[in-house]
């Protein structure tokens, strides 16, 4: 099966930072924008960022901004979620996802929608505690 392989995740306190990691190792995500999303126990899955596949777009879920950075190297296949300064509302299982509709290597107002992207992976927990 053809997925997304998430890693990063773990125990941290408040304020603490964490570095998720996104890699395909079947297909290449170069010609993909790709998108971080959340999901919290007896929530819905929430779009956290998103980045185009040039680079020139990325976009976060409003909580988020100023706090996370998403990032990518297209020759490592890999794509990253870089938080800092974590609060307890940000425990989750976080998963990485390509997007599957036109324009594929954009962000576009379909972004928060999970509808927009495929291959999941089983994502990475993150859990901020003290």
């Known amino acids: 099966q053809v997925q997304l392989v998430e890693s990063g995740g773990g125990l941290v306190q408040p304020g603490g930072s964490l570095r998720l990691s996104c890699a395909a190792s079947?297909?290449?995500?170069?010609?993909?924008?790709i998108g971080w999303f959340r999901q919290a126990p007896g929530k819905e899955r929430e779009g956290v960022a998103c980045?185009?596949?040039?680079?020139?777009?990325?976009y976060y879920l409003d909580s988020m901004k100023g706090r996370a950075t998403i990032s990518r190297d297209n020759a490592r296949n890999t794509v990253w979620l870089q938080m800092n300064n974590l609060k307890p509302e940000d425990t989750a299982v976080y998963y990485c996802a390509k997007r599957n509709r036109y324009p594929l290597g954009r962000c576009s107002v379909s972004r928060w929608s999970t509808n927009a992207y495929d291959y999941w992976g089983q994502g990475t927990q993150v859990t901020v505690s003290s």
């Open positions: 079947v297909f290449t995500l170069d010609n993909y924008a």
């Open positions: 980045i185009s596949n040039t680079f020139d777009s990325t």
